[in-house]
């Protein structure tokens, strides 16, 4: 996973900045109907004919949200982009654009920009997705990317995050604490090659929590899953700093409480023996970890029936009137209440 650096290092003033972009940019091949023109001029330009347009922002900097001793940079970029795109199907949107914009730090060469995006372009096209323009610019405090995704969808058909009601199922796809014990495996590493550089990173057996820190997917499946299953989820909210405080987001802005029952929030079984090994509690890595990039989304109880067999959606709970609280209900029956961060299964 941990890749060989590139020896070779170009300096990007071989190509200087315009250089640069054209050279990252010339192969974009573009898929949406909606993207009328992209990288090239002062805008790229968008028509979305009579569909509603989604859009988020995300900042990501060097040392505060990513850590390039152990993140390789094509999967950086790739996670760069997923990030983005799990907040546009985190509304029930297609996403259909991305711009891209880099602050670089000169001890970057061009091969490492052409690493990152290696991974962006990746992600793009598996995804469906246009890269349509950005900045780019330097940098004194390392590596900044800032990327914007664009999605659209039918009008009035967007799901926010407060419209769950008493009585609707809780839904959260895949599973969770993955990303965060991936974590922690890279950082043991890391602590270790500190002391001995010649000591070779030991990832064996970690193959899938390594992938859902290093290479997480967005949930694009879901949207249109609940679309063929005929769901329209009340409420829904992407999975990025952890459950308990998305849960706590549905909950406030909705105007409802919930119970969340332990037993059914999904691990995978290398989260279960990785967490065992480090002496941390499951359900708090579930509930605390984020990164997992899971959708979490409420339904009407009456359509259980068209979810219950679907081995990609979990129901954890239900909502409550607000005034019963956010509760988790653990497996020896007892209500704890949900707080965003730093609820301790052992205290
Ligand atoms: P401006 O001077 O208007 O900021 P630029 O020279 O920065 O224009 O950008 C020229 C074109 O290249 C624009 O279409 C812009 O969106 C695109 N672009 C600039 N930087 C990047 C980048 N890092 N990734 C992708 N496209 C970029
Ligand atoms: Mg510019």
Not at 44 to 69: P, R
Not at 118 to 147: F, P, R
């Amino acid at each position: 996973m941990i890749e060989e650096k590139q020896p070779q290092r170009t300096p990007i003033s071989e190509l200087g900045e315009f250089g640069l972009i054209e050279h990252l940019t010339k192969n974009i091949e573009l898929k949406n109907e909606s993207t009328k023109y992209g990288v090239g001029d002062d805008c790229a330009i968008l028509d979305f004919g009579d569909k509603e347009t989604l859009i988020s922002t995300d900042l990501l900097i060097e040392n505060v949200h990513f850590d390039l001793a152990y993140v390789p940079l094509k999967h950086l970029g790739y996670k760069a982009i997923m990030v983005n795109l799990s907040d546009v199907y985190s509304m029930m949107g297609k996403a259909t654009q991305v711009t891209v914009s880099i602050a670089l730090s000169n001890r970057f060469p061009i091969e490492a920009v052409e690493e990152l995006y290696e991974g962006m372009h990746l992600a793009c096209k598996l995804y469906d997705v246009d890269l349509i323009g950005g900045d780019t610019t330097s940098s004194n405090l390392g590596l900044v990317i800032s990327i914007t995704s664009i999605g659209e969808i039918d009008k009035g058909k967007s799901v926010k995050r407060n419209g769950a009601k008493e009585g609707d199922l809780l839904v959260v796809s895949g599973d969770l604490g993955g990303a965060y014990m991936g974590l922690q495996v890279l950082e043991r590493e890391k602590e270790v090659y500190k002391v001995n550089p010649n000591s070779q990173p030991d990832l064996s057996g970690y193959d899938y929590i390594m992938e859902r820190q290093l290479k997480p997917e967005a949930r694009k499946d879901i949207p249109k899953l609940l679309n063929e299953l005929d769901v329209n989820p009340t409420s829904m909210i992407d999975i990025s700093d952890g459950l308990s405080s998305e849960i706590l987001h549905i909950c406030k802005q909705s105007g409802v409480g919930c119970n969340v029952y332990e037993e059914k929030i999904p691990l995978d079984p290398t989260v279960i023996s990785t967490c065992e090994e480090f002496n941390l509690d499951a359900t708090t890595v579930a509930l605390s970890g984020g990164e997992d990039y899971e959708l979490l989304f409420t339904i009407s109880a009456s359509d259980y029936d068209k979810i219950k067999a679907n081995p990609s959606l979990s129901v954890i709970g239900h909502m409550t009137d607000a005034s019963a609280g956010n509760n988790l209900v653990t497996r020896a029956g007892e209500s704890i209440q949900i707080k965003a961060q730093g609820w301790n299964h052992m205290g």
